[in-house]
């Protein structure tokens, strides 16, 4: 990759570089169309399914549900409880794609005639993932199926507990397996170390993965004549769920993930669920909702209330059909994400003057809350530029860990492989996001353990640290119709990079901090133009002080994502700031 302005050490210390081609969009004959193409093409696209990327569908994303292990196995016995009136019971994890997988089998049996139950453990209490304690009770409560989402891969205790009181239990999940399978009527997942052609599917998050059930089941139905005398259920309607659990679980949108993205925000435009349309109105959303706002406005709230609330709060919303309670779970749960970043604002700053120094940046203490240590480890994670993991350690001396990692560093399978090790209690996940239970006097073990297995990986993805940027602009092209010509290559997020520009050359005009240690600056080129930019949570770092220091008349470039300013009376065009670097 060629430099870009010939930056090899930013403000930020890091060389810019281009993802693909040089895409000069200052040039006259440089149209958006090219630098749509362009920003397909940087993203693995190939020319000949360009089309098939410019507007994704599920028809050309789509495999045939058959090709998954136990895929088949799963969709007659639901079939069976369908057909005989069974009583169903959807268990599912206590984060945004555990609502979402649960919600959506919740809403789909109910429209095919059940009346099923959702049950989401209290992370507090019950932890990650079924517990044996739950599955026998759910089975003793009148449960004929139990249909696990988003956990029971590992689950092998609370399996064999379900298996000795003859509980029938469907797993439906997405994290990383070990060769060992715990016993299930079926076990439904892309990450199975024995799958075939499902495995190129193991990006899906667990609600991709609900989903093809459904249209599994569906089409066993149709094929015992279940719809000649009723409708059958219209399982696009359901993409708005899975669209949310997808970038909600940070899944790499690439084939079926963009497909499921790109058409369930436009379901989610519709406004159909009422208790998708409560959450919008609660997040203060005024426009329909993009790929971020899933990411950051949405997915908070669901997951506030598995966090510091109460953990079914998600999923009750997400089936509801009553608009008063709809409203009233929506406003609970934007109270509940106040509180939860107030909690995660104490636990970040606690966890960030902890000295560490190893490939794997890991912190523990006793009083954290768990339920904020995911966000915290992914802000540790992007401060340190290396994977952290953050405890949580309760009164029983028993750590509850979550971890981010960065690209290139499997954080999920090193876990796995530390608790076949035997330095855990339990843990797994995917690459980039796992958890750990660990006893407090195997930290330090469990520490030296990642780094002797990770260090190699993580030193290798720094050395090819570089910031990538997809076009050059003069201030006058970051505009509105800039930012909604690039909005053609998305959607964006994990795996599919929103695109980041440089522009410039720039002066900074005014500069001052806002919020929560956000810089705002107002910058200005040699073409007359000015634009507002935004520099988040900077007020402390390299490029805030440089952007809050400038003097009027030293001229930088600055890269970051162009985007649309829609709070004033017309929308503009603003970018948010990554780095900067000095006009030499």
């Known amino acids: 990759m060629s430099a870009v302005l010939n930056i090899q050490c930013s403000i930020l210390g890091q060389p810019w570089r281009w993802r693909g081609l040089a895409a000069d969009a200052r040039d ?59 009583a169903v019971t959807v268990c599912g994890d206590y984060d945004v794609d555990g609502a979402t997988s649960a919600a959506l089998l919740v809403r789909l049996l109910r429209d095919l005639g059940l009346n099923p139950r959702a049950y989401i453990p209290d992370r507090l209490m019950e932890g990650y993932g079924p517990s044996g304690e739950a599955l026998v009770r759910l089975k003793r409560e009148g449960a004929d199926l139990i249909v696990t989402v988003d956990c029971g891969a590992q689950a092998f205790d609370a399996l064999e507990q379900a298996r000795a009181v003859d509980a029938d239990v469907i797993v439906v999940d997405h994290h990383k397996c ?53 409708a059958e259920p219209k399982l696009l309607d359901l993409l708005d769920l899975v669209a949310l659990g997808t ?10 993930n963009r497909a499921f993205v790109a058409q369930g925000l436009k379901v989610m435009g519709q406004r159909r669920n009422i208790g998708m349309n409560a959450l919008i109105e609660a997040s203060r959303l005024t426009r329909a909702p993009t790929a971020t706002d899933l990411g950051f406005a949405l997915g908070p709230r669901i997951n506030a209330g598995g966090r510091v609330g109460k953990s079914d709060l998600g999923v009750r919303l997400l089936t509801t059909d009553d608009m008063d309670e709809a409203r009233t779970i929506a406003e609970e749960l934007n109270r509940l994400n106040e509180e939860r970043r107030a ?13 560490t ?7 523990a203490a006793r009083g954290w809350h768990p339920g904020v240590i995911g966000i915290v480890a992914g802000r540790l994670k992007e401060k340190l530029g290396r994977p952290a993991i953050v405890i949580a350690i309760g009164e029983d001396g028993i750590g509850k860990g979550s971890g981010r990692s960065i690209p290139g560093v499997d954080l999920g399978g090193a876990i796995l492989s530390a608790k076949e090790a035997g330095l855990l209690i339990a843990g797994g996940g995917h690459a980039m996001a796992a958890g750990v239970t660990v006893a407090e006097d195997r930290i330090a073990e469990f520490t030296a353990y990642l780094e002797a297995k990770l260090a190699d990986k993580v030193a290798h993805a720094s050395s090819d640290r570089a910031l990538l940027l997809d076009a050059l602009l003069a201030p006058g092209g970051v505009n509105p119709d800039l930012v909604n010509a690039m909005e053609a290559g998305g959607p964006y997020g994990m ?49 805030g002080m440089a952007l809050l220091g400038a ?23 603003e970018i948010h700031v990554d780095d900067a670097a000095w006009v030499n």
């Open 28 to 86: 006259p004959g440089y149209s958006p169309d090219d630098l749509v193409t362009q920003l397909l093409l940087t993203r693995g696209c190939s020319r000949e399914d360009l089309e098939a990327h410019r507007n994704p569908s599920i028809r050309a994303f789509m495999p045939d549900p058959s090709i998954f292990r136990d895929m088949d196995k799963a969709a007659e016995r639901l079939a069976d409880a369908v057909t005989r009136g069974e």
């Open 178 to 230: 070990v060769s060992a399978l715990p016993v299930a009527l079926a076990l439904v997942n892309p990450n199975r170390l024995d799958e075939d052609e499902g495995a190129a599917h193991g990006h899906l998050a667990a609600v991709g993965v609900a989903w093809l059930l459904g249209a599994a089941l569906v089409r066993t139905l149709r094929a015992r004549g279940f719809f000649a005398s009723r």
């Open 247 to 256: 970038v909600a679980d940070v899944a790499s949108l690439k084939g079926l």
């Open 343 to 355: 909690i995660e604002t104490k636990v970040q700053q606690s966890a960030e003057v902890m000295e």
């Open 357 to 363: 120094t190893g490939a794997v940046a890991v912190v």
């Open 495 to 543: 795996g599919w990079p929103a695109p980041r520009v440089v522009a410039g050359p720039v002066r900074v005009i005014k500069c001052d901090i806002v919020g929560n240690g956000h810089v705002r600056a107002i910058v200005a080129g040699d073409d007359g133009r000015s634009i507002k930019a935004m520099a988040f949570r900077a007020a402390d770092n390299a490029l």
């Open 551 to 573: 003097p009027r008349d030293r001229k930088l470039w600055i890269a970051g994502r162009a985007k649309i300013d829609d709070w004033g009376a017309r929308p503009a065009a």
